[in-house]
């Protein structure tokens, strides 16, 4: 499966995103898919996931409550819906998908073997 994340973009803090993770060359409701994000000088941070066949989803502390993530199988998409942005929110965001990973790994960024391009979201104060 081929994974394209897109709709990043350039907001002020306070505003909402929502970014798109599209599948191809398969469906992504087998799959557990998360969203990592890499800001300016820094290494790759776990965002959210969502689990596959399931409604289960998990966010780092830093975006609970303010970030949710929900997938469409018919359009072979999962979404990032993001809000109450922050400055610190500015990153590279990439979606990740796996078949096989554990519960306890679903924050380690290894664990994902297919990897989007990554869509940059810029928020400013």
């Known amino acids: 499966v081929q994974l394209q994340a897109s709709g990043g973009g350039s907001v002020q803090a306070g505003n909402s995103l929502r970014l798109s993770c599209a599948a191809s060359?398969?469906?992504?409701?087998?799959?557990?898919v998360a969203w990592f994000r890499q800001a300016p000088g820094k290494g790759r941070e776990f965002v959210a996931a969502?689990?596959?066949?399931?409604?289960?989803?998990y966010y780092s502390d830093s975006v609970e409550g303010r970030f949710t993530t929900s997938r469409d199988n018919a359009r072979k998409s999962v979404y990032l819906q993001m809000s109450s942005l922050k400055p610190e929110d500015t990153a590279v965001y990439y979606c990740?998908?796996?078949?096989?990973?554990?519960?306890?790994?679903?924050?380690?960024?290894?664990?994902?073997?297919?990897w989007g391009q990554g869509t940059l979201v810029t928020v400013s104060s």
């Open positions: 969502l689990r596959a066949r399931a409604s289960n989803s």
């Open positions: 990740a998908a796996s078949r096989t990973i554990i519960l306890s790994s679903i924050s380690n960024e290894y664990g994902y073997y297919y």
């Open positions: 060359g398969g469906t992504l409701s087998d799959y557990t």
